[in-house]
């Protein structure tokens, strides 16, 4: 009867040690990877100082960074309100699945991943009204997964 307990004390005690190591090893070695590798956080979208409040800024005399969040199924802000004659970097990124982003009637368009940023510059000329619709298939709604993007 000894014998069981002492080997089953054994088993538990090389089972902790095991989870200890991993733990050391996997846990912070990879948040760490990923702070380095994301300068604008897409991690955590809700406490992100980009994300968290998406929308535009001018960040140079005619240029603009526009940061948009896709989820099923909207994309924010809606309208995505950008000044005409100016130079735009949308900054995309998706709060739950893979989306698209395309402004209809223009080669903007790119995959939007969770946890990663998609970035694309465009120069806008006119005021006009562009839509902006999901390409890539991303649920029940995707087909109206859609918002604009407004040049003003
Ligand atoms: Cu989002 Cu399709």
Same mark, same amino acid.
């Given at each position: 009867?000894?014998?069981? !307990?002492?080997?089953?004390?054994?088993? !538990?005690?090389?089972? +902790?040690? $095991?989870?200890? @190591?991993?733990?050391?090893?996997?846990?912070?070695?990879?948040?760490?990877?990923? &702070?380095?590798?994301?300068?604008? =956080?897409?991690?955590?979208? =809700?406490? /992100?100082?980009? +994300?968290? =409040?998406?929308?535009? *800024?001018? @960040?140079?005399?005619? *240029?603009?960074?526009?940061?948009?969040?896709?989820?099923?199924?909207? +994309?924010?802000? &809606?309208? $995505?309100?950008?000044?005409?004659? /100016?130079?735009?970097?949308? #900054?995309?990124?998706?709060?739950?699945?893979?989306?698209? +982003?395309?402004?209809?009637?223009?080669?903007?368009?790119?995959?939007? $991943?969770?946890?990663? $940023?998609?970035?694309?510059?465009?120069?806008?000329?006119?005021?006009? *009204? #562009?839509?902006?619709?999901?390409?890539?298939?991303?649920?029940?709604? %995707? %087909?109206?997964?859609?918002?604009?993007?407004? @040049?003003?």
């Amino acid at each position: 009867a000894y014998e069981k !307990l002492w080997l089953a004390c054994s088993v !538990l005690l090389i089972l +902790f040690l $095991i989870g200890t @190591v991993t733990y050391g090893a996997v846990g912070p070695g990879v948040a760490m990877v990923a &702070d380095s590798e994301q300068p604008i =956080d897409a991690q955590n979208l =809700d406490e /992100s100082e980009r +994300f968290a =409040d998406p929308g535009v *800024e001018q @960040v140079g005399e005619n *240029e603009y960074a526009a940061y948009v969040v896709a989820r099923q199924f909207s +994309f924010q802000p &809606d309208p $995505i309100v950008v000044p005409a004659d /100016s130079t735009v970097t949308f #900054y995309v990124t998706s709060a739950d699945v893979i989306h698209g +982003f395309e402004v209809v009637g223009t080669n903007a368009n790119t995959m939007v $991943i969770p946890g990663e $940023i998609s970035t694309l510059t465009v120069e806008t000329d006119e005021p006009q *009204e #562009y839509g902006l619709i999901c390409n890539e298939y991303c649920g029940a709604a %995707h %087909h109206a997964m859609e918002g604009k993007v407004n @040049v003003v």
